[in-house]
C-alpha cells in the first residue's frame, strides 16, 4: 500500500518554508517536512547542450523498506557541469533547520512514533538513551537498550548469545568498519521484528523466555518435513 503525502503547492496552515544551504535556487524545506524543488532550466543528463524546463513541485519521499524513516535526495549540477547529490532522513533534515540543538544532541526522535509524522512540532533532539527511553515509557514498545540478543542457525543449532546486536554481526563480519555493522543492523532488528532470518541467522532479544524454543522450532519444523518426504 503507497503511502500518502501531501504533494499540493498549496500552503498548509503555519508552513515555513525555508532555503536549502548549498542547494538554494534549487529547493526549500518546510516546518510541515515536504520539500519544494523550485522552477528552473537545467542541462538535460544524456543529450549535451540541450536544456530542460523544470516546473516547481512538491518532492515525494522514498520511504526506506530497512527502516521505515522517508528520505529526500536532492540533487543539483555545479559549474564544472558535474551532478551534486545529497541524501538525508526527513526527519533530520527538518530538525536541522527548525530546531535549536544547544546540547549538540546526536539523534531526532519523533514524539508520536509515527516515523512518517515530520512535522517541526512532532520532533525533538535527543540522544540514544533518551530516544530508547521515550520509545519505551511513552510509547510502549519493549526496551532493547543493553539487551542482549541470542543467534542460530535456520535449523537450530549453533546457538549463541551476545551482548548486543552488533556484537553478533562483529562476529559473523569479523574486523570490518563499524559502519558496515551499523547499516546492518536494521535487518536484523526486522528479522527480530518479524521472527524471520538476516544473513542466514535467527535472531531474538533474551529477555524473550521462549528464545531457546524458537531457535529449536526451526529445527523440528525441518525434522517434520523431512519425516513427510521419507513416508
Known amino acids: 500500500m503507497e503511502t500518502k503525502f501531501n504533494l499540493s503547492l498549496e500552503n498548509i496552515p503555519g508552513e515555513i518554508w525555508l532555503p536549502v544551504k548549498g542547494f538554494e535556487s534549487h529547493y526549500l524545506i518546510s516546518s510541515e517536512g515536504r520539500l519544494k524543488s523550485l522552477s528552473r532550466t537545467i542541462p538535460h543528463n544524456r543529450f549535451k547542450g540541450v536544456m530542460v524546463n523544470r516546473v516547481e513541485h512538491i ?18 549540477t555545479n559549474q564544472y557541469g558535474k551532478a551534486v547529490t545529497k541524501v538525508t532522513t526527513v526527519h533530520r ?10 546540547f549538540n544532541k546526536p539523534q531526532v526522535n519523533h514524539k508520536n512514533g509515527d516515523k512518517l509524522d515530520n512535522r517541526v512540532t512532532n520532533l525533538e533532539w535527543a540522544t540514544r538513551n533518551e530516544n ?47 559502519r558496515k555493522i551499523r547499516d546492518k543492523k536494521w535487518n536484523i532488528r526486522r528479522a527480530i521484528r518479524k521472527n524471520g532470518t538476516a544473513y542466514g541467522y535467527k535472531w531474538g532479544y533474551v529477555y524473550d ?12 519444523s525441518m525434522i517434520n518435513k523431512l519425516r513427510g518426504f521419507i513416508k
Not at 59 to 76: D, E, F, H, S
Not at 136 to 145: A, C, D, K, M
Not at 210 to 217: F, G
Open 59 to 76: 518532492m515525494r519521499p522514498k520511504v526506506m523498506k530497512t527502516t521505515g524513516y522517508a528520505n529526500y535526495q536532492l540533487r543539483i
Open 93 to 102: 533534515f527538518v530538525a536541522e533547520y527548525f530546531i535549536e540543538n544547544p
Open 132 to 178: 530508547a527511553r521515550h520509545s519505551h515509557l511513552i510509547l510502549g514498545n519493549p526496551s532493547t537498550v543493553g539487551k542482549k540478543i541470542w543467534r542460530s542457525k535456520i535449523d537450530g543449532s549453533d546457538y549463541q548469545t551476545f551482548e548486543a546486536i552488533y556484537a553478533g554481526m562483529r562476529d559473523i563480519l569479523g574486523d570490518v568498519h563499524s
Open 209 to 220: 523466555d521462549n528464545a531457546p524454543q524458537k531457535a529449536i522450532s526451526a529445527l523440528e
